[in-house]
């Protein structure tokens, strides 16, 4: 079962920016197309960020503010989030793009002042 661990979240206000970590196992050789998801109570989780070798995609709520990248080297993907809005908070879960492995636990973000 490969699962993931994901990292960094927390309270942080409107306009405040926030990276997100997304630890792959070590036994993966090479990261493969990820996403970035995210869900916020009674909503369905939605897809927000993506890399794959075709590039990067966004949402377009979260487009132009955040940034998805991938180190293999270090295992690790990750989310940079600028201009946060208090409509970002949510849990953010990190997982391979089709076909997923299992879910990970996820890590809160809040927005708020």
């Known amino acids: 079962q490969v699962r993931v661990v994901e990292s960094g979240g927390g309270l942080v206000q409107p306009g405040g920016s926030l990276i997100l970590s997304c630890a792959v196992p070590?036994?993966?050789?090479?990261?493969?197309?990820m996403g970035w998801y995210r869900q916020a109570p009674g909503k369905e989780r939605e897809l927000v960020a993506t890399v794959t070798s075709g590039g990067k995609n966004y949402a377009d709520s979260v487009n132009g503010r955040f940034t998805i990248s991938r180190d293999n080297a270090q295992k690790t993907v990750y989310l940079r989030m600028n201009s946060l809005k208090p409509e970002d908070t949510a849990v953010y879960y990190c997982n391979r793009v089709s076909p997923s492995w299992y879910w990970g636990q996820g890590t809160q973000v809040t927005v708020s002042s």
């Open positions: 070590v036994s993966i050789f090479s990261i493969p197309a």
